[in-house]
């Protein structure tokens, strides 16, 4: 069993209560991101893109402690960033685990076989390792050679350790499907407790744009890989959430279901989007239009998501109604889905490239240098700041400066909220602007990832190994 029997029990007495309440809306898992910053800049991540200031910031133990017990989730997920890389993240770790709280560590794993003496087997403890296929499609995937050999060797090592380990896997359009399937089949090799798996969101700044999949796509590749299963393949996800991937099943976004809470606060609407942030999580609940969110509620930016962070909590949520009840036990059953049309698609693939090119420059205008002053363009030159990856600088009517990153924005209200340097959050009112300034490198820009790109292949020509994609290669 790819979950512990009291990790289950846990999860169902909380799922039933809060039925039983009449509670709609209500947090299964706590995504908490303690740092956004990583090792790795993967070309299909829009994650790592903020200021240097941003970057070097990071959630104390107590404010993670604090965040868990706000929302009341029984599992929390510790992605980022690269959790590792916090300097107290056993601290975080042990005060989860001392609270009873089932922990997914999300890591690349680079940082794991040197961290593993900080942390103790448990069975609330899991390290979920980002995996994204086989050894040159990871490597190509993550922008790192040889990052497929350390994680696995770090895997093993955790195994043989005694630590749960589960792998998380991104799947991008033009995937070799008998190479995931081949995949699979290396992780239970090694010993993992379980498989997650998910589509690319397609976030708009991520470098590589071409191998995001749209809904259709996503699940004629879900059908060819999860159907014709070997008995051996273990997946950590609800079973109803597969078939959704493979279109066996419609599920509605329940983004409340995995709140993401990181160093700006709570992220509005979900772990993905950033459209904002709240102080408080119930002020997230009672704040947000939720209808604006989700497949079906017409949202550009939604329409092609199918990630478990926004549809797996709608499948653990179906699983304990009426009928959900019998599709799970049914799923668990009758868990290898023959296909015989699958099969055939797959037998008549023909052996993919890798897929991930890390030179597919985004596509993006910098504001870098440009001034807004008059009256009638700073609105709109505000709307453009908050989804500047860089630090502005706004001047207010009485002569005052403010330099810091947009994370939030009312429009409502019309106010902004700007983190500056020393990590004050400011509010400022639209009013009060009197010039607009965007003076930090946009860290989204094309050209920035062109830069990056550049300086790997003179470090490569030069000798070196191991070599890192991240933003301070330039610095």
């Known amino acids: 069993m790819p979950v512990p029997a009291s990790q289950m029990w846990t999860v169902a007495s909380y799922v039933l209560k809060q039925k039983l309440k009449g509670r709609k809306r209500y947090p299964l898992v706590l995504m908490l991101e303690p740092l956004y910053r990583c090792n790795l800049a993967c070309a299909g991540c829009g994650k790592i893109q903020y200021p240097g200031h941003i970057l070097k910031r990071e959630l104390t133990p107590e404010e993670c402690f604090h965040a868990v017990e706000e929302c009341g989730v029984p599992t929390v997920a510790i992605p980022g960033g690269e959790p590792l890389m916090h300097p107290r993240i056993d601290e975080i770790v042990r005060g989860l685990v001392a609270r009873k709280k089932y922990v997914y560590l999300c890591t690349n794993a680079l940082l794991l076989k040197e961290k593993l003496h900080l942390f103790t087997p448990s069975k609330y403890l899991t390290f979920s390792v980002h995996m994204d296929g086989e050894k040159e499609h990871h490597d190509l995937s993550v922008c790192k050679e040889g990052g497929y050999e350390i994680a696995l060797e770090a895997i093993r090592e955790a195994v043989r350790a005694g630590f749960r380990v589960t792998t998380n896997t991104t799947v991008f359009e033009g995937v070799d499907s008998q190479s995931v399937r081949a995949f699979f089949s290396e992780m239970m090799d090694a010993g993992v407790e379980g498989m997650m798996i998910s589509p690319g969101y397609s976030y708009d700044k991520a470098p590589d744009q071409q191998h995001f999949t749209g809904r259709e796509g ?15 393949w273990r997946f950590n996800m609800s079973p109803l959430f597969l078939e959704f991937l493979m279109g066996k099943r419609n599920l509605q976004c329940t983004p409340w279901g995995m709140p993401a809470y990181g160093i700006f606060g709570w992220q509005k609407p979900c772990y993905l989007l950033q459209d904002g942030y709240t102080d408080t999580f119930q002020e997230l ?43 799970t036990v049914r799923a668990m059953l009758f868990s290898q889905y023959r296909d015989a049309g699958a099969l055939h698609q797959i037998q008549a693939e023909k052996p993919q490239a890798a897929l991930v090119q890390i030179d597919a420059i985004a596509p993006r205008a910098t504001w870098k240098g440009a001034e807004i002053a008059a009256a009638d363009q700073l609105a709109a030159g505000l709307e453009q700041a908050f989804d500047y990856r860089g630090d502005v600088t706004i001047t207010l009517q009485g002569g005052e400066s403010i330099e810091g990153y947009i994370f939030d924005r009312d429009l409502a209200a019309a106010t902004m909220r700007i983190m500056t340097k020393a990590g004050r959050k400011i509010t400022v009112r639209y009013a009060d602007v009197v010039q607009l300034s965007f003076t930090g490198r946009d860290m989204a820009d094309g050209r920035s990832w062109e830069a990056w790109v550049r300086k790997y292949a003179e470090r490569k020509a030069a000798g070196e190994k191991n070599i890192e994609l991240v933003p301070e290669m330039l610095d």
Do not use: P
């Open 218 to 232: 996503n699940q004629s590749m879900f059908r060819k890989i999860l159907s014709n299963r070997d008995a051996r």
């Open 285 to 327: 609940l009672d704040s947000t239009d939720w209808r604006k969110y989700g497949y079906e509620s017409g949202n550009a930016k939604c329409a092609n998501c199918m990630l478990h962070s926004g549809y797996e909590a709608s499948a653990v949520d179906y699983t304990f109604s009426f009928q959900g009840v019998f599709a």
